[in-house]
């Protein structure tokens, strides 16, 4: 759950179905106030509409003596949903009607509505209509005078309250359904969101990162992601960075073989005469004080065993770092020669089991396998210490193995990732351009064994 919301897709989505809830609760209370003040001004509309036409009602119905009748249009307002308590009574404070039938007769005092009439008694003089909300404006109070019969003495008033608590609740609850709906839509819109983004964005972007990371695999250059939306370009100048990086790494590798080639010619030319020289140099020596000196004719045999050892080493080197004309030799006489060389220079015993694959490798493919083997000897030989190293190259099916078994401590640096010496480096350089796989395990028993297989596979012979 907590990588769930570590997602571009998950934190887009997120964000906007926060920011939607924030809209809705805005729009909500915006709603709320709106729908109040419309309703309390409908409300006040309708309250004076009411009273008004109520007041010239009863005054019609008071000059023509029709109690009854009056009596039935206040049991009609009093069916307003809105309407909490109304009278109507004269300035004697006496109710005439009610929407409350055991008021009439009784004294405006002694009713519920007495405090309203208190307080808007004064409209009987001014013979104008009150109107007047309660402080929370839940509570609407309208007071409207009207003359009972021809005399301007016979003053009476309708007083009605309106209560608005129950419209006002309706009011909210109408808002908070509207926000419910609103709320669903938002859930329905980020959903199709979510999934909108997880198509055309987040499995592209896991197919980006998988093409990232395999990018040093040794299948040849990433592929190009369909499309021409952002993440395609991506992986186009991606796969062309690759390209390029492999090519520079190609043309490192071949200035890396061309060196060693250099140095080894130079080695072999040089180093290897000079050595050869010395040596019959000091076989002159040892002839010339033989009889004579013994001592030192034997120190001068010592010299001359030891160049020609020096000497051995040195081409064996030499042959190492420029194996020219492996297409002649053979590449089972450069690995028989590494061999060789661990034997004089880290006294280890050597084997080759080799079968003849000259006929699928071309010449530069064996000239990378021959170099990826020495160099797996070689780091055997100078970090695990072993007293026996065997290679062998095989066909399976139609990949070339190359298997590298030693008992020596198991060597842990890798030929792609991690490593930081240049021999790995370049061995990982020689793997990708063969497109070769290394794997390294160790067999337990009476003696361990680390073993280094590459295999190369067939489209790349």
């Not at 009609?76 to 109507?88: F, H, I, M, R, T």
């Not at 329905?188 to 983004?197: N, R, V």
């Not at 492999?246 to 060693?260: D, H, K, P, S, T």
């Not at 139609?398 to 590298?404: C, D, R």
Request: charged letters at 25%; hydrophobic letters at 45%; a neutral charge.
């Amino acid at each position: 759950m907590k990588n769930l919301f570590r997602s571009i897709q998950s934190r887009i989505t997120l964000s906007v179905w926060l920011f939607g809830l924030l809209v809705i609760l805005f729009n909500n209370w915006r709603n709320q106030r709106w729908l109040i003040d419309r309703r309390l001004e409908r409300l006040e509309l309708e309250a004076t509409e009411t009273g008004s036409r109520l007041a010239g009602l009863l005054q019609h119905l008071s000059r023509k003596q029709q109690q009854h009748a009056a009596e039935l249009e206040m049991a009609y307002v009093s069916l307003s949903p809105e309407v909490d308590l109304g009278l109507v009574c004269n300035k004697e404070g006496m109710v005439s009607c009610a929407t409350h039938m055991q008021w009439q007769q009784m004294d405006v005092l002694q009713t519920p509505l007495a405090d309203e009439w208190r307080k808007h008694a004064s409209v009987l003089e001014s013979m104008g209509p009150a109107f007047e909300w309660n402080a929370g404006k839940t509570s609407l109070v309208v007071m409207v005078p009207f003359f009972e019969n021809y005399e301007s003495s016979s003053r009476a008033a309708v007083l009605i309250r309106y209560d608005a608590a129950l419209a006002l609740v309706q009011v909210r609850e109408d808002a908070w359904h509207e926000s419910l709906r609103q709320a669903g839509v938002l859930l329905a819109s980020c959903l199709l969101l979510w999934f909108a983004l997880d198509e055309l964005v987040t499995r592209r972007v896991r197919k980006v990162v998988e093409i990232l990371r395999t990018a040093s695999s040794k299948d040849g250059l990433p592929e190009v992601l369909e499309g021409g939306d952002e993440l395609s370009m991506i992986s186009e100048e991606f796969a062309g960075a690759v390209k390029k990086l492999r090519i520079a790494e190609n043309m490192v590798l071949e200035a890396a073989e061309q060196e060693r080639r250099k140095i080894g010619r130079d080695l072999h030319d040089d180093i290897c005469q000079r050595l050869s020289a010395t040596k019959m140099k000091a076989e002159v020596v040892q002839g010339m004080i033989q009889g004579k000196d013994d001592k030192i004719a034997r120190l001068a045999g010592q010299v001359a065993e030891e160049l020609s050892e020096s000497t051995v080493i040195a081409r064996s080197m030499a042959w190492g770092l420029a194996p020219v004309g492996i297409e002649n030799h053979g590449l089972k006489d450069a690995l028989e020669n590494v061999l060789r060389f661990a034997e004089k220079s880290y006294m280890v015993r050597c084997s080759l089991d080799y079968s003849d694959v000259s006929t699928v490798l071309t010449g530069s493919a064996q000239e990378l396998l021959f170099r990826i083997a020495q160099e797996l000897v070689t780091n055997a030989c100078k970090h695990s210490k072993p007293n026996v190293i065997n290679i062998t190259v095989r066909m399976e099916d139609t990949t070339v193995v190359l298997s590298v078994i030693h008992d020596g401590t198991a060597f842990t640096g890798e030929a792609t990732t991690g490593g930081k010496g240049m021999g790995l480096h370049l061995m990982g350089q020689r793997l990708r351009t063969l497109s070769a796989t290394l794997e390294r395990t160790v067999e337990k028993g009476a003696r361990d064994f680390s073993i280094s297989i590459v295999r190369i596979p067939p489209k790349n012979l």
